[in-house]
């Protein structure tokens, strides 16, 4: 099981009209799609803890300092950020306050693979990457940390 668990298991995307955005434990990643022949040059990528270029305040707050952005193609601009709480429970509903928002469905997806994860990481010798799972996943599932080993 070495590579990651996203890359195991996929993402869940929510779309918007200028590109998509998804999220793991740790990281929001939101991908902006750009003309074609795009220059890094011509790029101004302003990243902060509660704001980005796009307008809006995040949805959560994140590290400023881990923030990173490349351009890949010429054609899409990828931003990494990441998240300053990072349990299964901070399963973002927006990419900002007000705007983003996943519909429903994604945000079941989304909240279920962010605990998939958590169970993937306090349980490493398990592959969770193919699971499915139903019942009580919202706000990261169940709490076993008052269980006694």
Request: hydrophobic share 35%.
């Amino acid at each position: 099981m070495s590579a990651p668990f996203e890359e195991r298991s996929g993402v869940v995307p929510c779309g918007t009209p200028w590109g998509r955005w998804y999220q793991t434990l740790e990281e929001v990643f939101i991908e902006v799609r750009v003309p074609p022949g795009t220059r890094a040059k011509d790029v101004r990528c302003s990243l902060q803890s509660r704001h980005i270029a796009l307008s809006g305040k995040l949805f959560d707050s994140t590290i400023t300092d881990e923030g990173t952005w490349t351009l890949e193609d010429r054609k899409l601009i990828r931003i990494v950020l990441m998240k300053t709480n990072r349990d299964a429970g901070n399963c973002w509903t927006s990419l900002l306050e007000n705007e983003y928002a996943a519909d429903p469905w994604v945000q079941d997806q989304m909240q279920r693979k962010l605990t998939l994860e958590r169970f993937q990481r306090e349980n490493p010798g398990f592959d969770f990457s193919g699971a499915e799972i139903s019942g009580n996943y919202s706000k990261g599932g169940p709490d076993f940390s008052s269980l006694a080993k």
